[in-house]
């Protein structure tokens, strides 16, 4: 029934805080068995130990999307405690702006490793179980977090950050050639300003202090408001695929 997810089985990646923590509790709110991955293993044995105490299901799972053996690790883990899984929510990412010319290699290959290997890294783990819940009729949900900065805007300084999400935008469309005729949704979100950890990260107090302005100026989304979407568009009867939402503040420009 409407927004009735009793029976799914989810993993939420980036879900130690921000939109990742606020889609894990909801969809264990909303029914479905939710594995949490992150780095932070307090930070989600926590959130895991409140969504038990609210009735729900979860379970804590330290991952690094960007190490195959966590990441094989954490597999296994779900699939020993839960099995299957027929939503994924690919949420992971960081943010990491400065001037093009700063060359900082080190943040550009920790965005590149964590926004695109670390989204494909967890699609080729989990694509065979999408493919086995669709192949049995049942909701087989792939969604994956962009942004807006996917798309040219006026943020200078943020190139590479774009350009990851870029590539998570168009890996959305190319990859729903291979799932969708096997009955499984590709659905690509793009936020845009959402209350997070994500600016915390930036290491350059200029830009860091941007986006507190602009925040103030044109106000933020509510993480729990991305959560919503999320259980909005998995929660359609199996035929319908909301495939690309983009959803700002009304003020943003
Ligand atoms: P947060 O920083 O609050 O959340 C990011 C999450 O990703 C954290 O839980 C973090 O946990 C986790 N994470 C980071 N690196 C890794 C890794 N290597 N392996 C596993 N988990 C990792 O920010 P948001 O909630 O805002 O970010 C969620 C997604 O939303 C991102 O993809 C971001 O790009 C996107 N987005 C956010 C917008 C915003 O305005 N906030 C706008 C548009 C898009 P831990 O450190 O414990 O691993």
């Given at each position: ?5 009793a ?7 980036g ?11 909801l ?12 780095r ?12 038990r ?6 379970l ?49 290959q920790?965005?590149?490793d ?8 967890i ?14 009729g049942?909701?087989a ?6 942004s807006?900065?996917a ?18 935008t ?8 291979e ?7 590709v ?5 845009g ?31 729990a408001?991305l ?11 199996r035929?319908?695929?909301l495939?690309q ?9």
């Amino acid at each position: 029934s409407y927004e009735n997810l009793a029976g799914r089985t989810a993993v939420v990646t980036g879900a130690a805080s921000g939109i990742g923590e606020a889609t894990a509790v909801l969809l264990a709110e909303r029914g479905a068995r939710v594995a949490l991955f992150a780095r932070r293993g307090e930070r989600l044995e926590a959130i895991a130990e409140k969504i038990r105490a609210d009735g729900g299901q979860a379970l804590a799972v330290v991952a690094d999307v960007t190490d195959d053996a966590s990441v094989v690790a954490a597999v296994e883990r779900v699939h020993t405690a839960y099995g299957a899984v027929d939503l994924v929510v690919n949420n992971a990412g960081v943010m990491l702006p400065n001037p093009i010319a700063d060359a900082r290699v080190d943040e550009w290959q920790r965005m590149i490793d964590t926004n695109v290997t670390g989204v494909l890294r967890i699609i080729g783990a989990f694509a065979g179980d999408l493919n086995a819940a669709a192949e049995q009729g049942r909701r087989a949900d792939l969604v994956n977090v962009s942004s807006i900065g996917a798309h040219v805007t006026g943020f200078t300084d943020y190139a590479v950050y774009g350009a990851t999400k870029a590539a998570v935008t168009h890996l959305s469309a190319l990859l729903r050639n291979e799932f969708g005729p096997r009955g499984v949704r590709v659905t690509n979100i793009e936020p845009g300003l959402t209350e997070s950890e994500l600016a915390t990260h930036i290491d350059n107090d200029g830009l860091r202090e941007q986006i507190g302005g602009l925040v103030e100026t044109t106000g933020s989304l509510a993480a729990a408001e991305l959560a919503d979407l999320v259980v909005y568009v998995t929660s359609r009867p199996r035929h319908v695929n909301l495939r690309q939402v983009v959803v700002l503040p009304t003020a943003q420009v």
